[in-house]
């Protein structure tokens, strides 16, 4: 084996796991999860032999916050939510962190704050306040008319008036998240101050969220209307998001972070922003180095679109970018839930892992899911995110995937000596990280394999993606090939999307790299060291399998 990974970039071979603070461990009986929570839990993470073996963990906010939107609204980008802990509790976690070999990922919202964070505050005091001009103020056009028609995304105009001076504050999310104004670079030297804060602090990298936002058009021209459902999609965002001020900001905020190359910026961007969330990659270095392309996680599972969309996203990135590989995160039905409709959602929850680990980019693991964690079952009371309850029953919302983390089937899965702030999944007792640590047929025992086969492999890491064009239609085949001067290392990944058995054959016209092989894991029963030839081979149903190619 010749190993190169030393010398990509750490987020490029790294495995991520999102940490959803609420819900992860709670230390203190309150029922929501903590940083002492997450520190006591990093074994379980990585550092002995045991555990999963990810390499950096992705915190969702955990800033001090009056939680409207569960931190994404801030009141002080420099301090830690009470809830959660203290500052020196985060510099024992990240501390901790750095002794197994953790990194740390700090999410980091620009776009707005919260409406209590004291810029907001000083800003709403008076039209010729100081800081007026840190947030977007605007005349209504008449009366009680907001100055143009724009739409917030979470439902409802996207101005509210302010009773102290009469105008509108735009908020492109909930009315406690007006929105920063980035042409003013007095924000934009606040917001890097925030960066450089963190970094001092050991923090290794950001992830940002809703970068398309950055920047509106501050003519307010009204957006153009169009025919959809709800009221969001019922106009064109051409003036609220996606400008150019966007892609100036973050090639500011690379340039400003020179000194520390080894820092990750990994934006967040609407799937339908113009050029496709790849274009915040700038050039390939200048912007961000990962960019979430949500298109196959918003996919049912479907052999052809996921075909199309893996090649899609994966051309779409330029030299120098990287794509992260993500199928859950804390905004949506979790994937084993949203996979699994019409089929077993264990089986195909097992079959996505194995994208998840031999796709091309870096895995993003949510929390949870490396159980098969399903969504939570939760009724009208039980539900606390105002998106969520804005839009129930109509739709699932997001609360169902930020149920506690079950550790063992003990008093509330282990999670907290109290009463949980959203209840347990149902399957808690079953679906916990005890009753799967030691069972080697488990999604728990099937992540571990992933994550270590893909360390081991260059070609899982490093190598390149080239879809194999091969029947029954039902199997989405590629594979992933590296190459060091002479040596190549060569893997065949199938997986079947159907619940039937296929046979699969890999016409001679197809250029593959090898045409026999070993299986190297498979989803499914032990058929670890069988022989394979692309003649002609079987695949169970949902099965997944990852093929050494000689
Ligand atoms: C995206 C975040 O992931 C989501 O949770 C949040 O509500 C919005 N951005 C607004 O910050």
Request: aromatic share 12%.
């Amino acid at each position: 084996m010749f190993l190169i990974h030393s010398e990509l970039p750490w987020w490029q071979s790294a495995v991520i796991y999102q940490i959803y603070p609420w819900s992860f461990q709670d230390s203190n009986g309150d029922g929501i999860g903590d940083l002492p929570g997450i520190t006591s839990r990093l074994d379980y993470l990585k550092g002995t032999p045991d555990s999963l073996g990810i390499d950096a963990i992705w915190l969702s906010p955990i800033y001090p916050s009056p939680m409207h939107d569960f931190g994404y609204d801030v009141m002080d980008y420099c301090d830690i939510d009470p809830r959660f802990g203290t500052l020196a509790d985060f510099d024992r976690l990240t501390s901790e962190a750095h002794r197994r070999g953790i990194r740390i990922v700090m999410d980091l919202v620009l776009n707005h704050t919260s409406d209590q964070h004291p810029w907001f505050l000083e800003s709403r005091s008076s039209r010729t306040s100081a800081k007026r001009d840190w947030y977007y103020w605007a005349d209504g056009k008449s009366a009680h008319r907001p100055p143009n028609n724009w739409a917030a995304r979470f439902g409802g105009s996207a101005w509210t008036q302010d009773r102290q001076t009469g105008q509108y504050y735009l908020h492109s999310f909930l009315r406690e998240q007006p929105d920063l104004n980035w042409t003013n670079p007095a924000v934009r030297d606040a917001l890097f101050g925030v960066v450089r804060f963190w970094l001092e602090r050991g923090v290794d990298g950001f992830r940002l969220d809703a970068i398309n936002w950055l920047g509106k058009d501050t003519n307010w021209p009204n957006n153009p209307r169009r025919l959809a459902w709800r009221s969001y999609y019922r106009q064109v965002h051409r003036y609220d998001r996606d400008q150019p001020q966007a892609h100036e900001a973050l090639r500011a905020l690379r340039a400003f972070v020179k000194d520390r190359p080894e820092t990750v910026f990994v934006g967040e961007a609407s799937s339908d922003t113009p050029g496709g969330p790849a274009a915040f990659y700038g050039t390939g270095s200048d912007e961000l180095h990962e960019v979430f392309d949500f298109r196959l996680l918003r996919s049912p599972w479907q052999p052809d679109a996921f075909r199309r969309l893996i090649l899609e996203s994966d051309r779409a990135v330029p030299l120098g970018g990287w794509p992260p590989v993500v199928f859950s995160n804390h905004d949506q039905s979790r994937h084993i839930d949203r996979y699994g409709k019409g089929g077993d959602p264990v089986r195909r929850a097992r079959a996505a892992a194995l994208l998840l680990f031999t796709l091309r980019g870096t895995p993003f693991v949510y929390y949870g899911e490396e159980l098969g964690l399903r969504d939570g079952t939760l009724g009208r009371s039980d539900l606390r995110d105002p998106y969520t309850i804005r839009y129930w029953p109509w739709k699932k919302g997001r609360d169902p995937a930020r149920t506690p983390m079950p550790w063992d089937a003990e008093l509330q899965a282990g999670f907290t000596t109290g009463k949980p702030w959203l209840p347990l999944s149902r399957d808690w007792r079953e679906t916990n990280v005890a009753h799967e640590q030691w069972d080697a047929g488990s999604m728990l025992s099937l992540y571990k394999r992933l994550i270590r086969l893909k360390k081991e492999s260059n070609a899982l890491t490093a190598g390149t993606y080239q879809p194999v064009d091969a029947g029954p239609k039902e199997c989405v085949l590629y594979q992933r090939i590296f190459q060091a001067g002479s040596r190549t290392e060569a893997m065949l990944i199938a997986v079947n999307f159907s619940s039937q058995v296929q046979t699969v054959s890999i016409p001679t016209t197809v250029p593959m790299h090898g045409r026999v092989g070993t299986v190297t894991l498979s989803t499914d029963a032990k058929r670890e060291t069988e022989r394979w030839n692309a003649e002609r081979f079987q695949m169970g149903p949902d099965e997944g399998i990852v093929v050494r190619l000689e």
